[in-house]
Nanobody
């Protein structure tokens, strides 16, 4: 059974940093496209960052230069390092694993950035 468990969210002041973690079970993170998405209140879920199975990365324009996605194959965990946080980054952040026959989501972790 595939399971993605996010952690690391919380309340932080603008300009601060957080690191989100996505611990995976039932799949190998290095074999799938692993992404972080977010959904702010009243908005649609949007892609923030994604890492392909080969290690290539892509970011939303709004987070380029501030967020970094990475993975630790030994821990089977994907991370999202978020620096220079802005109030506009406030949202629930979700981990996603996608492959030919897989589209799995975590339960989300809330990030609140105060001004």
């Amino acid at each position: 059974q595939v399971q993605l468990v996010e952690s690391g969210g919380g309340l932080v002041q603008a300009g601060g940093s957080l690191r989100l973690s996505c611990a995976a079970s039932g799949l190998t993170v290095g074999s799938y496209a692993m992404g972080w998405h977010r959904q702010a209140s009243g908005t649609q879920r949007e892609l923030v960052a994604i890492m392909g199975s080969g290690g290539s990365t892509n970011y939303a324009d709004s987070v380029k230069g501030r967020f970094t996605i990475s993975r630790d194959n030994a821990k089977n965990t994907v991370y999202l390092q978020m620096d220079s946080l802005e109030p506009e980054d406030t949202a629930v952040y979700y981990c996603n694993a996608r492959g030919d026959f897989l589209n799995a989501w975590g339960q989300g972790t809330r990030v609140t950035v105060s001004s």
